[in-house]
């Protein structure tokens, strides 16, 4: 007799064979009286979730936020009181890449972080750059068709891409930071984090002001160039941030935030809700708040990573959201796609669930494991959960205005390029500008991407600037270069 456990159906019931199925005979047909085998192969062509359209590589591991300054005078929230310890979880991943695809590969990184605070889940869901391609979300879907592939061919087309991104101009500081070598992070522990909309936060008193999350990685940034990206196994990134965490090396990073006060937003120099621009540090420093650090892998990958569902709506007392189009956008489309992907009940699997109670009048639909029960409805006269009329004012603000379709408003100093010639002309080293050539000229050379495109690319980079277009051109050979 084994000491083994005996195999069971998903019911529990003792299984009698893991080799052969139930047959007329040795020699015979199968029977569809043999559960347990329909069972594993129903169950088996039911074992993927509909992936991610965007993001859909990735990786994550659980850790600790803890604050170490005083921040109150600018928030109530529980999470960001000095102090606070807080568990969180994190997913990294890769943009415009399949479930399957390579770690290393040009791309954005994902940098979304679920923080289990005492007051709801606080969802931070941010890139490891600063900015974005574009600041309207009625261009979302096209941009990332744009990046992904052809309907005829099924393949990922430069041509499409630098289409796109000439045509849609605020994309050039997004794509200029993304032909730098930060384009191809070494590891998902070498590489910042920022939240990248601007936010609101309130304090007890109900002062209001706009802030910027940055995750400075305390490992140092590393990147590969574009050959060493080339050359990594595919999972490269996933495989380092697990084993890291295994052998006991926790990564952690710097947590830092810009505070604006509120009344600046009208007259600063800069859209301070354009996602396609930062903040400068000179204007607004990071200021310390804390530290945050992974400790923990997953035990699976599937129920907490591919499972875990990351949405901006998650905004906890003290935080709340800014006129910022993209994230309005987004606080609509994340918990949409959960819906879709995961089920409606998405937050109730263990990884996406608070750890504080639920008082919910939402009730039903597939796979609902908790039921607050009776009473299901509001008002009630029984005794059922209330809302609290205090949480009122925490994040309104005035805005008045006729209905429109419109561009931001431009501040002073607002264009699509000014933002990338600083990160040319005054933060690039030389070799991180010969670098960002050469990434554009591989991107750009490639067999796709046609004669008339070519002239287009150069008028972008030299839009940036002037030497970085006359680079571009020689190496395209576009003629008056
Ligand atoms: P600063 O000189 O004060 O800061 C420049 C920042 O750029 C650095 O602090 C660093 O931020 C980041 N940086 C450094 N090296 C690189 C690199 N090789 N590739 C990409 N980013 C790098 O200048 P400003 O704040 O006035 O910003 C100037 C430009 O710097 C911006 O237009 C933007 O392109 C870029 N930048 C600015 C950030 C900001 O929030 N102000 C953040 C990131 C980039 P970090 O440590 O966060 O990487």
């Given at each position: 007799m084994?000491?083994?456990?005996?195999?069971?159906?998903?019911?529990?019931?003792?299984?009698?064979?893991?080799?052969?199925?139930?047959?007329?005979?040795?020699?015979?047909?199968?029977?569809?009286?043999?559960?347990?085998?329909?069972?594993?192969m129903?169950?088996?062509?039911?074992?993927?979730?509909?992936?991610?359209?965007?993001?859909?590589?990735?990786?994550?591991?659980?850790?600790?936020?803890?604050?170490?300054?005083?921040?109150?005078?600018?928030?109530?929230?529980?999470?960001?009181?000095?102090?606070?310890?807080?568990?969180?979880?994190?997913?990294?991943?890769?943009?415009?890449?399949?479930?399957?695809?390579?770690?290393?590969?040009?791309?954005?990184?994902?940098?979304?972080?679920?923080?289990?605070?005492?007051?709801?889940?606080?969802?931070?869901?941010?890139?490891?750059?600063?900015?974005?391609?574009?600041?309207?979300?009625?261009?979302?879907?096209?941009?990332?068709?744009?990046?992904?592939?052809?309907?005829?061919?099924?393949?990922?087309?430069?041509?499409?891409?630098?289409?796109?991104?000439?045509?849609?101009?605020?994309?050039?500081?997004?794509?200029?930071?993304?032909?730098?070598?930060?384009?191809?992070?070494?590891?998902?522990?070498?590489?910042?984090g920022?939240?990248?909309?601007?936010?609101?936060?309130?304090?007890?008193?109900?002062?209001?002001?706009?802030?910027?999350?940055?995750?400075?990685?305390?490992?140092?940034?590393?990147?590969?160039?574009?050959?060493?990206?080339?050359?990594?196994?595919?999972?490269?990134?996933?495989?380092?941030?697990?084993?890291?965490?295994?052998?006991?090396?926790?990564?952690?990073?710097?947590?830092?935030?810009?505070?604006?006060?509120?009344?600046?937003?009208?007259?600063?120099?800069?859209?301070?809700?354009?996602?396609?621009?930062v903040?400068?540090?000179?204007?607004?420093?990071?200021?310390?708040?804390?530290?945050?650090?992974?400790?923990?892998?997953?035990?699976?990958?599937?129920?907490?990573?591919?499972?875990?569902?990351?949405?901006?709506?998650?905004?906890?007392?003290?935080?709340?959201?800014?006129?910022?189009?993209?994230?309005?956008?987004?606080?609509?489309?994340?918990?949409?796609?959960?819906?879709?992907?995961?089920?409606?009940?998405y937050?109730?699997?263990?990884?996406?669930?608070?750890?504080?109670?639920?008082?919910?009048?939402?009730?039903?639909?597939?796979?609902?494991?908790?039921?607050?029960?009776?009473?299901?409805?509001?008002?009630?006269?029984?005794?059922?959960?209330?809302?609290?009329?205090?949480?009122?004012?925490?994040?309104?603000?005035?805005?008045?205005?006729?209905?429109?379709?419109?561009?931001?408003?431009?501040?002073?100093?607002?264009?699509?390029?000014?933002?990338?010639?600083?990160?040319?002309e005054?933060?690039?080293?030389?070799?991180?500008?010969d670098?960002?050539?050469?990434?554009?000229?591989?991107?750009a050379?490639?067999?796709?991407?046609?004669?008339?495109?070519?002239?287009r690319?150069?008028?972008?980079?030299?839009?940036?600037?002037?030497?970085?277009?006359?680079?571009?051109?020689?190496?395209?050979g576009?003629?008056?270069?």
């Amino acid at each position: 007799m084994s000491d083994r456990p005996t195999t069971t159906t998903d019911a529990g019931i003792p299984a009698p064979s893991d080799d052969h199925s139930q047959s007329v005979g040795p020699n015979g047909p199968l029977l569809l009286q043999d559960h347990y085998l329909i069972q594993k192969m129903a169950h088996f062509n039911r074992e993927r979730v509909p992936e991610r359209v965007v993001h859909a590589k990735g990786g994550g591991a659980y850790g600790v936020l803890e604050i170490t300054e005083d921040v109150s005078q600018y928030t109530r929230a529980s999470l960001f009181q000095k102090g606070a310890r807080t568990e969180s979880l994190v997913r990294f991943s890769s943009v415009a890449g399949e479930l399957g695809s390579a770690d290393a590969g040009r791309d954005p990184r994902g940098f979304a972080i679920k923080f289990y605070t005492d007051e709801g889940n606080y969802d931070l869901v941010g890139n490891n750059t600063p900015v974005f391609f574009i600041r309207d979300p009625q261009k979302f879907s096209d941009f990332i068709h744009s990046q992904k592939r052809r309907a005829d061919n099924h393949l990922r087309d430069n041509n499409m891409q630098w289409d796109f991104w000439t045509l849609s101009p605020e994309s050039a500081h997004q794509v200029s930071l993304l032909m730098t070598d930060r384009g191809t992070p070494a590891s998902w522990r070498h590489m910042n984090g920022y939240g990248s909309h601007t936010f609101l936060w309130y304090n007890a008193a109900g002062d209001k002001f706009w802030v910027k999350y940055h995750f400075k990685t305390d490992q140092g940034i590393k990147n590969f160039t574009a050959e060493e990206a080339d050359a990594q196994d595919p999972d490269v990134h996933i495989r380092d941030l697990y084993e890291a965490i295994k052998r006991g090396d926790h990564p952690s990073w710097t947590v830092q935030v810009q505070i604006m006060p509120f009344e600046d937003a009208a007259d600063y120099r800069f859209n301070p809700f354009d996602l396609t621009k930062v903040w400068p540090h000179a204007d607004y420093p990071p200021i310390t708040i804390g530290r945050w650090t992974l400790n923990r892998n997953p035990e699976n990958y599937f129920a907490e990573i591919e499972q875990a569902a990351f949405e901006p709506a998650n905004l906890v007392p003290g935080i709340g959201a800014s006129p910022d189009k993209m994230l309005q956008g987004r606080l609509f489309s994340y918990p949409d796609t959960h819906r879709y992907r995961i089920g409606p009940n998405y937050l109730q699997l263990p990884v996406n669930r608070p750890k504080v109670p639920v008082h919910t009048y939402n009730k039903d639909g597939g796979m609902a494991y908790y039921n607050s029960g009776d009473p299901v409805y509001a008002p009630n006269s029984v005794g059922g959960p209330v809302a609290d009329p205090s949480l009122w004012a925490g994040d309104t603000y005035g805005i008045a205005g006729e209905i429109v379709r419109s561009a931001y408003t431009l501040h002073r100093e607002d264009d699509d390029y000014g933002q990338a010639r600083a990160l040319w002309e005054k933060v690039l080293s030389d070799v991180d500008r010969d670098h960002m050539v050469h990434n554009i000229l591989i991107h750009a050379n490639a067999p796709e991407v046609t004669g008339d495109m070519k002239p287009r690319v150069v008028e972008y980079w030299r839009n940036v600037h002037k030497d970085l277009g006359d680079r571009v051109a020689r190496g395209l050979g576009v003629n008056g270069s």
